[in-house]
């Protein structure tokens, strides 16, 4: 049995960092949102009992690190599955690596998405959620998807109404961010100002694109330095961007347009600040099953 699965990317139209747990890890608030750049992930049955891996880039972990192999794992723990296990993971990465846009945790969220259809554990979203969780934060959102509010770690997570259509440019420079040493920044530095939540809470449920535009705001730029973000930042406005942030803890800048042509246009003025460029939509999922070969 093989089953295809997209699994598509985030960005964070708000983060704001809480405050930092007993156990390490930080509460936050997050409106975040699926967008239409996607991995493609197939799951395979094999014989024997192995979980195996491919990829059609370099750099990504083969083994037991990687997120989708630890998904696979997490899922067969959790439904007491320790016979004919065996199957061969192969990733398309469309995502950009190390970005801030959940590439990785979308990978991982695919499998596990797959491997309940192919095992016939028929678990609810909330019970692949569970499951999700314990590999990391951002996957029950990546199983999820849509326009969400996530707080807690990422795991408690809300419905909010939807973006309206737009169209989003994701810039990601010749950069990468460490997340852990990022939140050890915050843990050393704090922040100089709180996003104002309850005004992007507003804007969202009134679906006011422009509100929630001007509402944008991410707490690691305040102490998250990425090369270009200023250029980059300054390159979308000038062709009419509605509003600016970086994703997660970055580099990846986003910019929000109501007119693809805007957003065309700073595509192309983009090219000496950014390694990886691309234009997607808002989506109302975190992965898709799109075929299923018995």
């Known amino acids: ?13 708000l983060l704001d960092i809480v405050s930092t747990r007993p156990d390490g890890y930080h509460d936050l608030f997050m409106i975040m949102q699926s967008v239409g750049i996607y991995d493609t992930v197939t799951v395979e049955k094999t014989k024997g009992n192995k979980i195996t891996l491919s990829c059609n880039i370099d750099g990504i972990p083969l083994d037991e690190h990687n997120i989708a192999h630890k998904a696979a794992t997490a899922f067969f723990n959790s439904q007491g599955i320790k016979k004919n296990k065996g199957i061969h993971i192969d990733i398309q990465k469309r995502i950009p690596h190390a970005a801030g846009l959940a590439g990785g945790s979308a990978d991982g969220a695919a499998v596990i998405v797959a491997l309940n259809e192919m095992f016939k554990t028929d678990l609810s979203q909330k019970e692949l959620c569970k499951i999700g969780v314990k590999v990391g934060a951002d996957l029950p959102f990546c199983i999820t998807g849509g326009t969400l509010l996530a707080q807690g770690i990422g795991d408690c997570l809300c419905k909010v109404k939807p ?13 990468s961010v460490n997340t852990g040493k990022a939140y050890s920044e915050f843990d050393k530095n704090g922040k100089l100002h709180t996003p104002d939540k309850l005004g992007m809470l507003y804007a969202i449920q009134s679906r006011d694109l422009t509100s929630i535009c001007q509402k944008m705001e991410n707490v690691f730029e305040q102490f998250i330095e990425v090369p270009n973000r200023i250029e980059i930042k300054e390159a979308m406005r000038s062709e009419n961007a509605l509003g600016v942030c970086m994703s997660g803890s970055g580099p990846t800048v986003f910019g929000i347009f109501e007119n693809e042509t805007d957003a065309q246009n700073a595509a192309a003025k983009l090219k000496s600040y950014a390694k990886d460029i691309c234009i997607c ?11 299923v070969a018995e």
């Open 1 to 13: 049995m093989k089953i295809k699965v997209k699994a598509y990317a985030k960005i964070n139209l």
């Open 281 to 291: 939509t808002p989506v109302s999922k975190g992965c898709k099953i799109f075929q």
């Open 163 to 175: 973006l309206k259509k737009c169209f989003v440019l994701l810039a990601k420079p010749d950069y």
